[in-house]
């Protein structure tokens, strides 16, 4: 009768936002400028969070016959070994990335936290003369536009650095076209398939040797701090924040310059 098993399909993506193409074609443009311009661009994002112990690890490597990797059978966290939130800076001219591996929680304080991190060890080295930098983030979570920490924090890099940061964000639903996702992340998984991710350092051994045959290379580093949720940020602090927004999607679109001395 013509029927055999089959599992879903990933096909309908759902209403698209109406000003979808002109904000992928807007941030196509600005990338392309900026690199022109030898300013650094970089795509971020927050990889899946990892549990950390002796617990199974999609995909296959080659083993001895008959002798598997033997892994917990349930996958209940381990209070003491908790969790890895692998936070990932792409470099999209240099093909570099940079991975912050936090233990607290993902908040827009350890975002920034891991931008800063890959400027003052990457980035800055190479684009030392730059005054700009370009960053391109999906539109939720801890580097949400509509995140206020996110803006305050990128104020307080940008008055520490002396950077103008400017923000390109994809329209909602569309966060599997950040480049981070297929030229940095899905390396990472592929390099550790199988492996039993058994503690911090192990996590960061398999992310700084991941490579490509197109020369990505990788550093990653381990944040011990904590990092509290449910901050406010007040109308005050938030009106300090020197934002100038685009005439195309503001919300979207925009640059926090840093500010002079009091």
Known sequence: MDYSLQSNRKTREGKDHPERD???????????????????????????????????????????QGEPVEVNVHDFPDKTLGKAIPYGVYDLSENQGWVSVGIDHDTAEFAVESIRHWWLEMGQPLYCKSKHLLITADCGGSNGYRNRLWKLKLQEFADEMGLTVHLCHFPPGTSKWNKIEHRLFCHITQNWRARPLTSLQVIINLIGSTTTEQGLEVRAHLDQNQYKTGIKVTDEQFNSIAIRRQRFHGDWNYQISPRKPA
Do not use: M, Y
């Open 22 to 64: 002109a904000q992928f074609e807007h941030i196509a443009t600005t990338v392309a400028q900026f690199q022109h311009q030898q300013c650094p661009v970089i795509s971020i994002d927050t990889k899946k969070k990892e549990l950390v112990g002796n617990f199974q690890n999609r995909g296959q490597e080659w083993e001895a």
